[in-house]
């Protein structure tokens, strides 16, 4: 660690799914200083990749960006007690109507470290079975699903089709893994 210190956090707003706070800080010298920050509920994303090299991806509506998204499968963190995997699983068959023989914890990474604390588990789910989904809300019930070659990736971000960072981190990350697999 490099001498700084969390002192506390002042809360400036409650909302339904986060929490808006002025946080304090010590750094090395000793001196305080304060920031801004977002306090988020945790998120698990997953990268339905089946056999012949494709994935499964929602086309959605963001509200906070106003357009569709072409993302992978996502979902919060919001059932007490429940573990990340079981909630992967969970969001997988929500979502795209898919069960997962193996879901392979991948990477973990802050979005938006800046600002947030939020904290995304990224998922390889293989082995795939399609169920009845059981989508949730608005923007869920209107979404469509789309399925892309991993070959094709480079070229949907370069292009601007993919702008969404757990999506690009999660479908290059594939990408390498099955790289190396068939390597």
Same mark, same amino acid.
């Given at each position: 660690?490099?001498?700084? $210190?969390?002192?506390?956090?002042?809360?400036?707003?409650?909302?339904?799914?986060? $929490?808006?706070?002025?946080?304090?800080?010590?750094?090395?010298?000793?001196?305080?200083?304060?920031?801004?920050?977002?306090?988020?509920?945790?998120?698990?994303?997953?990268?339905?990749?089946?056999?012949?090299?494709?994935?499964?991806?929602? $086309?959605?509506?963001?509200?906070?960006?106003?357009?569709?998204?072409?993302?992978?499968?996502?979902?919060?963190?919001?059932?007490?007690?429940?573990?990340?995997?079981?909630?992967?699983?969970?969001?997988?068959?929500?979502?795209?109507?898919?069960?997962?023989?193996?879901?392979?914890?991948?990477?973990?990474?802050?979005?938006?470290?800046?600002?947030?604390?939020?904290?995304?588990?990224?998922?390889?789910?293989?082995?795939?079975?399609?169920?009845?989904?059981? $989508?949730?809300?608005?923007?869920?019930?209107?979404?469509?699903?789309?399925?892309?070659?991993?070959?094709?990736?480079?070229?949907?971000?370069?292009?601007?089709?993919?702008?969404?960072?757990?999506?690009?981190?999660?479908?290059?990350?594939?990408?390498?893994?099955?790289?190396?697999?068939?390597?």
């Amino acid at each position: 660690m490099t001498g700084f $210190r969390h002192v506390g956090d002042s809360e400036i707003a409650t909302l339904a799914r986060l $929490r808006i706070v002025r946080a304090e800080f010590e750094a090395p010298d000793g001196s305080r200083f304060q920031r801004d920050v977002v306090r988020n509920q945790q998120v698990v994303a997953m990268v339905p990749l089946f056999a012949d090299g494709s994935v499964c991806l929602v $086309r959605q509506y963001r509200g906070p960006v106003d357009q569709e998204i072409l993302e992978i499968p996502a979902g919060l963190c919001d059932v007490t007690d429940e573990p990340p995997e079981s909630t992967a699983a969970r969001e997988l068959v929500e979502e795209v109507g898919l069960v997962a023989d193996t879901l392979k914890l991948v990477a973990t990474f802050h979005p938006a470290a800046g600002f947030s604390d939020q904290l995304v588990r990224l998922y390889l789910a293989t082995g795939l079975t399609s169920v009845p989904d059981n $989508r949730q809300g608005p923007e869920e019930d209107h979404m469509t699903i789309e399925r892309i070659h991993l070959d094709d990736v480079p070229a949907l971000i370069a292009h601007g089709q993919l702008i969404d960072s757990k999506t690009i981190i999660g479908l290059l990350l594939t990408r390498e893994l099955v790289g190396q697999l068939g390597a």
